[in-house]
């Protein structure tokens, strides 16, 4: 095979531990694909080429020894740019962590480095994660692989782009209310939600720290199971990280879907689905009864107040989080001769874009004293409510089978003036998140313009052997995530 960088993670992990190739060859047909695309498709905040050649070499030399290899070893990743990564600048793509460079690395990055993992560099998203087109970008615009004029989605959209075009094998991201799965469906790759708190986010820059939850992007279930498997798991530095063992994501795939039931809820078919996406849904979920399913309907009757709910808890808390950027703990500082509150606020003037202002504003005032119990408690009411509806779910089916947008990728520049257009695009993905439920995104068909369409999967709380195993079984039936766009070949 001449283009290495089209390898799976798990074809490339087989051969670079046979010794047929080498972590170098694989790390340098990357290195030229993001040389040869990137300009177009802009994935890439910061290329850590020398760090990538170097951790190749490394890893080629654990390989040709006898003993420490990882089923990552060697294999090159992406990582979104909110992995605190030691002496790589790491932006979060805003302008007020312009020359950030962290002193530690995340615990994700500390896994990777231990795994012997190339980390080619930082992706591309949408500032502080708020956003859904990755247009919200200070830094830089990237572009669907699949058509340069439409969006990645968002948040997560360099870590999309990057692994469709295939610039790198993997990447990783966060998704706070759909920040994995929207821009995996809008790309046309494996993009993955775990259970809340099954990934450590200690140095993962917070948005909505309820909310938050690191996921991995692969061009195939299996590849995706391998790069949740070696970054999953308790870490005494996050509180939050669930202490239970890792399961073998791996192993759970393969066999067809006996004794699988399938839910299918039918609020998330939502008015205005673009026909094209219910129907390669539709006929997926048929697939997935050939494959062996049971397919049940489900109700999630509080599921049309989600994007509200979402809207009041994540603002809130994102609110909070970027209290920090002053100019005095965190951020390029400005104007500091005026005295200190003048310093914070042409600190957090200049710095923040003008979403993030935007999020901070409603989220202080859904804080604040004569609103709480009006926006923030009841919000945290009818997150209860949600949870209960998938819980009530749970019981009938094992995993539910829904489309992750009701669209495909829109044209750039569409939603950028209607925020609340931009809000509804996450409209099937953010229930997942107020729940704490891992959820998954794969190609399962395009649409009239050629443009991936996602079958968003979910299941119960620390189930995610069975979402790999539905989704294995799936894509080993169909061929959808094997297209490549035009510009990757
Ligand atoms: N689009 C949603 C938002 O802007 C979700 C973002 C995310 O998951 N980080 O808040």
Known sequence: ???????????????????????????????????????????????????????????????????????????????????????????????????????????????????????????????????????????????????????????????????????????????????????????GVVGMKPTYGRVSRYGVIAFASSLDQVGPFATTTRGAAMLLRTVAGKDPLDSTSIDTPVPDYVEAVGGNLEGVTIGVPGEYFVEGIEPDVDAAVRTAIGQLEQLGAKVVEIELPHTEYAVATYYVVATAEASSNLGRYDGVRYGVRRGEEDGLLEMYGKTRDGGFGPEVKRRIMLGTYALSAGYYDAYYLKAMKVRTLIRGDFERAFEKCDALAMPTSPATAFEIGARMGDPLQMYLSDILTISVNLAGLPGLSLPCGFD???????????????????????????????????????IAR
Request: hydrophobic share 40%; net charge negative; with cysteine.
């Open 1 to 187: 095979m001449d283009k290495l960088n089209e390898l799976t993670i798990e074809e490339a992990s087989r051969l670079l531990h046979a010794g047929d190739i080498s972590s170098l060859e694989l790390t340098e047909a990357c290195l030229r694909q993001i040389e040869k695309t990137d300009t177009e498709i802009g994935s890439f905040l910061e290329l850590t080429a020398e760090l990538a050649r170097e951790q190749a070499r490394a890893a080629d030399t654990r390989l040709n020894g006898s003993d420490g290899v990882h089923p990552l070893t060697g294999i090159p990743i992406g990582l979104k740019d909110l992995f605190l990564t030691e002496g790589v600048r790491t932006t979060c793509a805003s302008k007020i962590l312009e020359n950030f460079s962290p002193a530690f690395d995340s615990t994700v990055v500390a896994r990777l480095r231990e795994a012997g993992a190339v980390i080619v560099g930082k992706l591309n998203m949408d500032e502080f994660a708020m956003g859904s087109s990755c247009e919200n970008s200070g830094l830089g615009q990237t572009s669907n692989p699949w058509n340069l004029a439409r969006v990645t989605g968002g948040s997560s959209g360099g870590s999309a782009s990057s692994v469709a075009a295939r610039q790198v094998l993997g990447a990783y991201g966060t998704d706070t209310g759909g920040s994995i799965r929207l821009p995996a469906s809008y790309c």
């Open 448 to 486: 009239g313009n050629d443009l991936p369409i996602g079958l968003q999967l979910v299941t119960a709380p620390l189930a995610e052997p069975t979402l790999f195993k539905v989704a294995a079984a799936f894509e080993d039936a169909t061929d959808y995530s094997k297209r490549m766009p035009e």
